[in-house]
Nanobody
């Protein structure tokens, strides 16, 4: 079992930066792939970024490539999403997700994750 708690959301102006954090608790964390997803009002949950358990592989949605960076600290059981050059279309609730894996791979589908946090709101004004 892994429990996830996101933090770091807020209201910012376009062009600003935010750093989201996801704190994990549970027996182990190093064998979990991690993903960040977001859901805007009236829209489906969408993939944002993913990181393999080692941190050696990452993947990003086209809409955030070059602006967002996912990273993790397995010793601290934390995952981060650094978001730069934020745009109004980045406004959404952001969720951290984790899945126990045997391969050091990244996973972009929400259905591939068992454990989810409660989400943190990010609002970007124009």
């Amino acid at each position: 079992q892994v429990q996830l708690v996101e933090s770091g959301g807020g209201l910012v102006q376009a062009g600003a930066s935010l750093r989201l954090s996801c704190a994990a608790s549970g027996r182990s964390f190093g064998n979990h792939a991690i993903g960040w997803f977001r859901q805007a009002p009236g829209k489906e949950r969408e993939f944002v970024a993913a990181c393999s358990w080692s941190g050696g592989s990452t993947d990003y949605a086209d809409s955030v490539k070059g602006r967002f960076t996912i990273s993790r600290d397995n010793a601290q059981k934390k995952v981060y999403l650094q978001m730069n050059s934020l745009k109004p279309e980045d406004t959404a609730v952001y969720y951290c997700a984790a899945e126990t894996v045997v391969r050091d791979s990244v996973y972009a589908a929400p259905s591939g994750y068992t454990y989810w946090g409660q989400g943190t709101q990010v609002a970007v004004s124009s």
